[in-house]
Every structure is written in structure tokens, then in C-alpha cells.
């Protein structure tokens, strides 16, 4: 072909995906964007239809995509010197677009679908970021900035009377009157006693279920302080539930065991900066995931993992705890993830299915994870040198996950893994612990079957190994293959026994159906003796009797969504 002259496949292939990309990214922030009236006509119902829907734009989208440029480039669609010219008319269509980086990811995981791609394909791939990013004057961030007035709740209150809501706070003077003085003491416990001089906060409310963040920070000098305000909308108006002011409890916030904000950000390259200068440890991939762009969000936690893997030799070994029937689970040591392969048969009493499995994994990703559920990532077709894996858990990958993992010359290929944030497991946890930290882990055990209850969530399985402990002190739960919704479930009372010899038989001496849990026969297994025992009944024992299961199935079929927030309420009591 002459110079000068694109080849009409390349252009028309580029020319399909970008416009692809468009109207997901358009779709995307049009959804996202109700978040606002969702809040202030208090329409949670709305909300929760909403995080759905997002959900599952980017898989529906990538495959009408992938439909469009097979009949475009025919019988040449696999061929990789055609795909590196798609690339490159593709680079030339999204350079200086606000979502760049997405828009890459998203070219990708149209060219996996196309060419199965087992690892990557440096021909058809994006491998890093292709332009470079200069950072931004801070006037150029989507960010508001205030200098604090001498009257520091002046400033609050301009700040707050800023976002604009069609509702009215309930006592908007009060609440900036409250705010000043929870920063003005958050800031006085520093190191150094600087005056705060400014707030920035994102231009940008974040919303997630029936909450609303101001996310900001307080400046002065070279110190930073996050500055987080919760909003509320109840009966009598929105109202500051708490004011975030360490990093510890704005990463909670931000965990990757919620679920993801909806938050009207165009060019989530410049928000991610500015939440990094708050959340200096948060990875990047997790904060592009808490935006709503998780599969960004995978292609960073990959890209990091491989700069992990080509900075040491370290290899991959079982990880710490109780080995799973399910699932057979390894970790890089030095890395902050586990990764899980489905194993080819499970060992009994376990009863599910592989397929079935899978599908618990997709309702964790599409539900209300209330904080609880450690959220997991998909991966399908990776690739890892033979000599980065230990003998031992070699051995137990080829031996009990072959369908999944194989052998291809020097190189592991696993088929389809999910990888976690590591998190302590709780059994480990506790053996360790001294009694002031069990007893909170132990009390924060029994909250998390509860907040997973209350957005219909049943883990199924009580055991403490199916728990985890993260980096501040909160319990998740990661052992999803026994999860179901709460509403599927039959709660009942055991029934008494017809004989004296029934207490003492192995087998139960009534009729148990696939869907019945008895919550007395779960109160046998209280996996805590002594004080700790004793203090998690006091506060926890309601678990144990279908009383308590029954009137939280009620409220959830009647449409209920009750109050979890990621935070202690931290503005004093009005």
C-alpha cells in the first residue's frame, strides 16, 4: 500500500471500536449521573437498578463491538499485522481524550475476545499507557478550591451550600458549625501546628447506595489532611453523618469491599491523582475499580503485578491457612493478592458445581457488597514462567486443578483464576491476637453476618476460615461457594425429637431440604470459648434464632434497604 495511504480494514476496525467506546463511556457517565437525583428524591430502589445496569454495559457493549468488526474485517479478522494498524489508527482516534486510558483497556478487551489471548499479545495489545501523563497544575484539577476564611465554618458552609441539592439540608448552618470544629481538631492533633489554609474537594459528590461524600482534603504549608464530609437524606432533610478526616478512614470508604461510586468523573486519570494525594497506599487499580471502572481496574492490577514480577525472583506459593475444598488458592508473598483456581472435584460435604460456583462469583460482583464481601476479579488466559511457581503448590495446581491449569513448555497457563486483596484469615487472626484486638475482630464476625444479611447476602458457611481480617481491623467474608441469597433461604426451628435415641443419632431425625438452615444448629458451633464466647453471645445471639432471620427476610421482600455505612458517625450529636 502506498505511503500515506490506512488501510481501509484498519481504519474501519478502529473507527468501530472507538465509536464503541464512546457510546459506552457516554452511557456510562449518563447512568452514572442520576446518582444526584437518585440522592435527593431519595430513590434507593432507583439507585441499587442503577449500579446494575452499569454493571453490565461494558461486557454487553465490548460484544456488540466484537460482533461489528468480525463482519467488518472478515476473514481477516485474527490476523495480528492488520490489528497493529487497527491499533494504531485507534491510538490516533482517542489521543487526548479524557478517558484515554480506559479507552485503551477497552481496545484490548475487544482484541482478547477475538483472539483468545492467553497472556498477552504485545502485536494487538495496549501493554502500558501510551501517552504520557504530565500532571496538571492544581488549578487544572476538577476540584473546587476554598481558602479558609479566619471563620472557618463560613467556609464550610459555602462548601456545602455548593453542591447544589434540589433537596434542603435539614440545618445546614449547624452542620458547618459542627464541621469546623471536628476539622479545626483533627487538624490540632498534627504534628505541627500549621494553620489549615485551604480546602479543595472534587467537584464531583460521591454517591453509593443511600450515602453522599464530599471528598476533599485540608491544606497548610506541606501538610495534607483528607477531608471527607458522609451525607444523609432522611425525612428531615440531607444532613453531615460524619466528617472523615484520616486517611485510615477514608480508605474504608474506598475499600475494595464496596461496591463502586457513582461519581460524574470524565477524566478519572486527574481524580485518581487527587485521591492518591489522600490515599497514598491505596493501589491505583482499586481506585479506578471504586469509580466504577473495574475493568481498568484490572488492567492496572495486572500491569502492577508484572512490574512486581520483573523487580525480584520470588515465587508463588500456597497461601497461609486452612486449605479449601473449593477452591485451591496461592499468593506471591511480597504481593498484596491471593489468586483462586477452581478446583476439578470437590471433597465432601461440599455439594456444588463448578458452573455454579462461578455464577456466586458473578452475584458477588453484581451485588451490594456492604462492606463485607472482598471483591474478586476474573481472569482468563494468564501466563507465568514455570519457574515462579514452588514445587508444592505446583504439584497441587496440576494435580487437583488440571482442567484449569497446564503445562505449555516453560510457562503455566491458567484458564480462568480469581484474584482477592489478601486479607489475614480470621482462625489465623485470632491465634495471634491479643484480647483486646480478638474481642473486637470477634464482636466485627458477627456485624459482618449481619450487614451481609441485611442486603440479602447468606454466607452459607459460618466457619472463621471463610473470614477474613484486613490491614483496619474490619472482617470480610471471601469463601463464596456456599453464598446465597437470604431470601432463598427456609430458616427453621429444630424440630424436638420423636424419641430419646434421636439426640444421639448421626443423622438428623427430620427432613432437611436443599434450601433449609437451621440457626440453633449454628449456635452449636460458636467457634469462640471464655470471655470471648461469652461477649459475642451477649451482643450476637439473635443470629442464632429464626426470629431474627424471618423479620430480615420481611423487610427485604418488602422492599427495605437498611442503613450500612462505611464509618463511625463522627460529627458530635446534635
Known sequence: MAPGIRNPHAVSGADAIRAGFDRYHETFLAITRRGKPRFERRDWQGSLMDARERLDLYERVVGEVVTHVRRALGDREREEPLWGAVRTVYSERVAGHPAGEVAETFFNSVTRRIFRTVGVNPAVEYLDYLFERVPSPLALHPIRTYRVDPDAEATVHRMLDDCRFAAAFADLPGDARRVAAEVARAWAAGQAPITIEHFDVLESVFYRRKGAYLVGRA??????????????????????????????????????????????????????????????????????????????GKTEFYRELQRHLRRNDERFEIAPGSPGLVMAVFTLPSFDAVFKVIRDTFGAPKQTTPGEVKRRYEMVFSHDRAGRLVDAQSFEGLSFPKARFGRALLTELLDTASRTVREDGDAIVIDHVYTERRVRPLDLYLQDAEEPDALRVVLDYGQSIRDLAATNVFPGDFLLKNFGVTRHGRVVFYDYDELRLLTECQFRDVPPPRYPEDELSDEPWYHVGPDDVFPAELGRFIPFAGPLRKAFLRAHDTLYTTAFWHDLQARLVAGEIVDIYPYRQAVPPR
Open 219 to 296: 491544606r497548610g504549608a506541606n501538610r495534607i489532611m483528607p477531608l471527607v464530609l458522609a451525607l444523609v437524606h432522611g425525612s428531615r432533610g440531607i444532613v453531615v453523618d460524619a466528617v472523615l478526616c484520616a486517611e485510615a478512614d477514608v480508605s474504608v470508604v474506598f475499600s475494595f469491599t464496596r461496591s463502586y461510586f457513582h461519581a460524574d468523573v470524565a477524566q478519572p486519570a486527574e481524580t485518581i491523582e487527587f485521591l492518591r494525594s489522600v490515599m497514598p497506599v491505596k493501589p491505583v487499580g482499586e481506585l479506578y475499580s471504586a469509580l466504577g471502572y473495574n475493568k481498568h
